[in-house]
């Protein structure tokens, strides 16, 4: 993905902040939160939704052709003449289906979803975008200022989603972190180690996948990566089957190794660290102690 498009991307969530702007200040009067919430159509007015020559773009892939064709209907049937569906109403799509009990997205695309959210979160403008549109909420709490301070990719807007219940629902603030909690991966903080360490392995092994909620049960400490999780250790256990992989998880990075271990520890049922004690003692435990799968 090229700065280009994420520049698209960028814009596209700023251009949503400012219509609840608008909205909110419109004739001195206090809008409900109902009314503040982007309609579904909002794209509309989008330079995403422009036909753009870059195949790369996540509503081009031919990757995801069929799942945007299938799961897509109801936002390509509402674009006007000229218009081609935005990456962000593709995302939005996708991952309805990605996370639903009954749907499965193609593995292909399933991947390049996956890459798109990272890609997304990762982008360090996000932080320039929740210090314009959130002034008021971070200058009346510590704990968000110190979160727009923290400018390792995502972990900003993580910060930001673990603090959200204490941000006015009223707010643009709120309502602009509620919508692209919905395109994120909010919880950057627990997993960017994971991903970032991992990253290659699981594009090379097409592990890149959405967490069904179901997969959130019995899980002491829910996160975004299960699926992604589950297909690599499926892919370690059964290395000997597949001679191309087993070269792929032989040259597995010792980091990689690590995480998987550690993401492995969030979803067993006896792992009795509750969340906050979890960060706590995290760099002291990984200090001294190293993980082997």
């Not at 049937?77 to 799509?93: I, N, R, T």
């Not at 996160?223 to 597949?242: A, R, W």
Request: proline share 4%.
């Amino acid at each position: 993905m090229n700065f280009d498009l994420l520049s698209v991307k960028i814009i596209f969530l700023f251009v949503l902040s400012i219509l609840f702007s608008r909205i909110s200040s419109d004739q001195g009067q206090q809008v409900p939160v109902q009314q503040q919430l982007p309609p579904d159509n909002v794209n509309a007015n989008i330079d995403a939704n422009k036909p753009h020559s870059d195949s790369q773009r996540l509503a081009q892939k031919p990757d995801c052709r069929l799942d945007i064709d299938k799961y897509c209907k109801k936002n390509i049937a509402q674009l006007g003449p000229g218009e081609v569906l935005s990456d962000m109403d593709a995302l939005e799509c996708l991952q309805d289906a990605g996370y639903s009990e009954n749907e499965v997205l193609q593995p292909q695309c399933a991947q390049a979803v996956w890459e798109y959210k990272v890609e997304l979160t990762q982008d360090k403008r996000f932080i320039g975008a929740l210090q314009q549109f959130c002034t008021v909420d971070i200058n009346q709490n510590h704990r968000l200022k110190a979160c727009t301070q923290d400018l390792r990719p995502g972990y900003a807007l993580s910060c930001m989603m673990e603090h959200v219940h204490e941000i006015d629902q009223g707010s643009r603030c709120f309502q602009f972190l509620l919508r692209v909690e919905k395109v994120a991966f909010s919880d950057f903080a627990l997993i960017a180690p994971f991903v970032e360490h991992c990253a290659a392995i699981i594009k090379q092994l097409g592990c890149g996948q959405l967490t069904k909620p179901s997969l959130h049960q019995n899980v002491r400490v829910p996160h975004s990566q299960g699926s992604t999780l589950e297909c690599l250790i499926s892919n370690i256990v059964n290395v000997q089957k597949d001679p191309t992989k087993e070269q792929i998880i032989n040259g597995m990075s010792e980091e990689c190794r690590k995480e998987v271990r550690r993401i492995a520890e969030l979803q067993s049922d006896d792992f009795h660290l509750d969340r906050p004690l979890f960060f706590a003692c995290r760099h002291d435990r990984e200090a001294n102690y190293f993980f082997n799968i």
